[in-house]
Every structure is written in C-alpha cells, then in structure tokens.
C-alpha cells in the first residue's frame, strides 16, 4: 500500500472518532451543566470541556468567555478549530475520497451521507433539542462507519491502519478525560459531600459512555479508585487504556506479519502494554494518577509519530 493512503485510512479513523469524542463531550458537560454543584476552583464544567480537548489556548484567542453557547460553538461548529466536530467530519471525507477504493460501499455511504446530513444543520438557530439531534447522529455516523469497517472489510493492511487510528484515538481521549477529573478520582482525597462527588465520577464515566457498564462490572455504587481502574487496567472496558492497547498492539503485530519485518512502533507498543498490564492500582495512586496519565498522553502521542514514520511518511 502506498503511504499516502495508508495515511488517509489512519487519519479518516482518528477523526471519525474524534467527533464521536466531541460529540460525547459537549452531551457530558449539557448534563454537568444541570447539575446543582458549583464549579470547582473558579472553572466551570465549559472551561473544563475545553481542556479536556486540549485546545483551551485556541479557544482564549477566539473567546472572552467559556459559556455554553461559546463552547457548543468551538467544539461543534467552528471552523478555525481544527478539532471541531464539523472539522473533523469535513477531513475524514476527504481522507475517505482520497482513498474511496479501499473502503467499502457501506462504509463509504455512510461516511458521505452522515457527512451532507450535518452540513445542513442550521447553526444560528439551533434549538436544546436540535443540538442533541446533532450530536446523537454524530455518535450514529462513528458507529454504523465503525460497524460496517468490522463486518464488511478485508482483513488486509487497510483494515489495520484503519484500526490503528481508531484505538490511538481513543486510547488519548479516555487519558485526557481521566487526566481532567485525576483530582476527584483520589481515594485520599476529601470528599466533597452530598451528591457532587456522584456528578464528577459519573462525567468522566459519561463522557467515555461507560456509566452502564461500570454498574455491570463491579454492581456497586461509584469509587473513585474503581472509576479509575476501569478506565485503565480493565480490558473487558472497550475503551480503556489497557483494551485500547490491545488492539493497537494486535494491528501493528499484524502489519509486520503481512510487511514481514517489525520496526520500532511494534516494540514501543508493545511496552506500553506491558506497563499497563504491570500496574496495580495502588501503584497507579502512590506514583500519582495525573502524573501517569500526562506521562502516557505524550507516551500515546510518540507512538503515533513512530507509526507515521514507520508507514505513513
């Protein structure tokens, strides 16, 4: 496969996850948002939905302020952010035009309808309701284009690329939720009282669409330190850290079978996931969980550029 589209393959999975990630994002903060609880440290649950995209300096260039209005607009709609979710579709189908021939006829119908039907949404005067419109077809265009990649693709080095996209994606988000929320998962840490530690631990939960599941891994009320291990070291979790790696690790290991040579993105993977099986929890705590997190965002962020420069450049 020539580099170029394996480059477009990547980058069309990261990001059609990537909006789905927004989108997920914006409908954690709207229920936040309706909760009681005051926001922490003088930012509100907006501000916070911002950072967790890490592009907070980008949006205090274009905004005075983090309301919902403002944020609703960055993250879905603007198209100076680059990781706004009409950004985001508008580059995956191009990447999916560039390489239409490697995608199949459902994938392909699914990407470009979803794409046309978001572009119609009438921005200025758009409704509550209008927005969670936009949104739950937003998270039904990544699933059905996630979907039909399962059930209707090759097994071959599209299919891998693909996959790797997805799970690097991924793999970030969830860190940068967790990352974002580190002080609240602290089992040591004070609680809050009355219902405020619920609405944090069940954001971070929200915002990676693992609220239900959690119930139906530990069928117990939310902990901190139980949050905090699902969304790392629990691999029956989608998308934990730990499930992330598994698959980033299986698709490279399956490229370097087809390819018939391994390279450094294989051996930098596979630490990665040795580290996250090797880790207990109360390892993760006593050397500090947003220190860990922080150290694998840029950990996540250096496989990336390795994949690129062993496949994509």
Known sequence: MLSRHADSLYWLARYVERAENTARLIEAATRL????????????????AVDGTGTLDLFNQQYTQATQRTVVDYL??????????????????????????????????????????????????????ELS????RVKELSLRFDGSAYRTMLRNDAYYFLRLGTFIERADFTARMLALKADVLDPSR????????????????????ALTSYH?????????????????????MPRSLVSC???????????????????????????????????????????????????FIVDNAN??????EQYLG
């Open 303 to 308: 496989l990336g550029d390795t994949i690129a």
């Open 76 to 129: 879905a709609f603007s198209t100076a952010n680059p990781s706004s979710i009409r950004c985001c579709l508008d580059i995956a189908r191009a990447n999916a035009r560039s390489v239409r021939t490697a995608l199949t006829m459902d994938m392909w119908e699914t990407i470009n309808s979803g794409w046309m039907e978001t572009r119609g949404v009438n921005i200025p005067n758009l409704t509550r309701q």
């Open 133 to 136: 419109d936009f949104l739950s």
């Open 245 to 295: 790696y598994e698959k980033v690790t299986l698709n490279l290991d399956s490229l370097s079978r087809d390819y018939g040579r391994q390279g450094a993105s294989q051996r930098k993977a596979r630490m990665l996931l040795s580290q996250l099986q090797d880790t207990s929890l109360p390892g993760l705590f006593a050397i500090g969980l947003k220190e860990f997190l922080e150290s």
């Open 216 to 236: 139906w891994v530990y069928r117990d009320n939310l902990k901190p330190n139980l949050v905090a291990e699902f969304l790392i070291l629990k691999p029956e």
């Open 33 to 48: 948002s309706a909760t009681p609880i005051a926001a922490e440290g003088g930012r509100n649950e907006w501000e916070m």
């Open 190 to 209: 004070p609680s809050l009282g009355g219902s405020a530690d619920y609405f944090q631990w069940s954001w971070i939960l929200r915002s990676v669409s």
